[in-house]
């Protein structure tokens, strides 16, 4: 498993979680999903991911997205 995979289960997880809690919960749950897509859009372009970080300092080995 590498940092990748994790990130990207992490963030389709939060996803599911935003959603179901906005169902059953409150509408203000989508400001997570949309936290959630803002920072993998950033991600995306800059390459900066903090998950990746902490994944990293917790000795995930690196992916091919998240280099550094």
Do not use: E
Request: aromatic share 14%; proline share 4%.
């Amino acid at each position: 498993m590498n940092v990748d995979r994790l990130v990207m289960r992490f963030a389709g997880s939060m996803v599911i979680v935003s959603v179901l809690l906005t169902y059953y919960v409150s509408s203000w749950w989508l400001l997570l999903a949309l936290f959630v897509g803002v920072n993998l859009l950033q991600a995306s372009f800059t390459g900066f991911c903090p998950l990746a970080k902490i994944l990293r300092r917790f000795g995930v080995a690196p992916g091919s997205a998240f280099p550094r």
